[in-house]
């Protein structure tokens, strides 16, 4: 077996490792989140990685946005200390990885480009949860409008549907009751949540419970309105999302299609790609090609993209 072989196959037998390591952390950490431990039991690597190194990232604003970010992605047990530390393994593994393809320029960007896609999946989790929530807004309008109409107040009717909502209705609702169990204003606590979960729909119903914790009114009439008015607009767009399906997922094939080509290539001619990212007519034919895919999923996702 070639150096250069046996290279890449190490470098790709780290980065499954540390993806694995990285789900077994995860789990270990949605464990302790039942068990209603989240910031303890942390031994080893990342019991040090919770001390200084996480208390150095958080006093940063970068480090304190990043965390935001983290729990607005429904990812509380990872820590801004952790997250950096994944990013930079997943670097020096990819650009390890991709130097036994292509030149070492190349290699950079394609590590560059690593970083990029693991914010990107940050922001893809983060609009998945501000989804999952928005779709369960008809049924949190409909809990709060009944626990109000039964004498409850405000504060706890939003306890109660903590309780009762699933993920992650529950998790943001048990934070805003947290906070305002710790002497936050009802008024601060519900701007938090739309903060992390910003949507039109959210905004509505923020409005109207602070209007009415300021001035009273009719919650009741308003919240019922709200639930159909929203249960109107979630049928709409799940319509709207299955017409352009197959459009989207037809035009993401198309630029799998050519990645995969690119490998394909290399395999029937070894060293190919490392060639052709080695001499400037290569480069200039490599970087026009990854513009044209890159504009392509732009005008895709533009095109697609449902506002909520």
Same mark, same amino acid.
């Given at each position: 077996m070639r150096p250069v072989t046996s290279l890449g196959l190490l470098a790709l037998t780290l980065l499954v490792a540390v993806t694995g390591v990285w789900y077994l952390a995860r789990g270990a950490a949605d464990k302790r989140a039942l068990e209603g431990d989240t910031g303890r039991g942390r031994t080893g690597?990342?019991?040090?990685?919770?001390?200084?190194?996480?208390?150095?990232?958080?006093?940063?604003q970068w480090?304190?946005?990043?965390?935001?970010r983290l729990l607005a992605a429904n990812l509380p047990g990872v820590l801004p200390a952790e997250a950096v530390v994944v990013v930079a393994v997943v670097v020096v593994a990819v650009t390890v990885a991709a130097s036994t393809l292509v030149s070492s320029l190349v290699a950079v960007i394609i590590a560059v480009a690593a970083v990029l896609l693991l914010r990107q999946w940050?922001?893809?989790?983060?609009?998945?949860? &501000?989804?999952?929530? =928005? *779709?369960?807004?008809? %049924?949190? $309008?409909?809990?709060?409008?009944?626990?109000?109409?039964? #004498?409850?107040?405000?504060?706890?009717?939003?306890?109660?549907?903590?309780?009762?909502?699933?993920?992650?209705?529950?998790?943001?609702?048990?934070?805003?009751? &947290?906070?305002?169990? =710790? *002497?936050?204003?009802? %008024?601060? $606590?519900?701007?938090?949540?739309?903060?992390?979960?910003? #949507?039109?729909?959210?905004?509505?119903?923020?409005?109207t419970l602070v209007i009415s914790s300021r001035s009273g009114g009719s919650l009741i009439t308003a919240l019922r309105d709200i639930a159909a008015t929203l249960e109107d607009r979630k049928e709409l767009k799940r319509e709207v999302r299955t017409l352009l399906t197959q459009a989207t997922y037809t035009g993401y094939l198309v630029v799998a299609l050519g990645v995969g080509l690119l490998f394909m290539l290399n395999t029937i001619s070894p060293g190919l790609l490392k060639t052709v990212t080695s001499t400037p007519i290569?480069?200039?034919?490599?970087?026009?090609?990854?513009?044209?895919?890159?504009?392509?999923?732009l005008l895709i996702r533009r095109m697609t993209r449902i506002e909520t």
């Open positions: 690597v990342r019991g040090w990685l919770a001390g200084g190194p996480n208390r150095a990232v958080r006093r940063t480090g304190r946005r990043l965390e935001r940050l922001v893809w989790r983060e609009d998945q949860q &501000r989804v999952a929530f =928005v *779709g369960q807004m008809p %049924e949190l $309008a409909r809990v709060l409008s009944n626990a109000t109409s039964a #004498g409850l107040s405000i504060r706890t009717a939003i306890e109660m549907a903590g309780e009762e909502l699933a993920e992650p209705a529950r998790t943001e609702l048990r934070r805003c009751a &947290r906070s305002m169990a =710790v *002497g936050t204003p009802l %008024e601060e $606590a519900l701007l938090q949540m739309e903060q992390r979960l910003p #949507g039109r729909e959210l905004s509505v119903l923020v409005g290569g480069l200039l034919a490599l970087g026009f090609a990854v513009c044209s895919f890159g504009i392509g999923m």
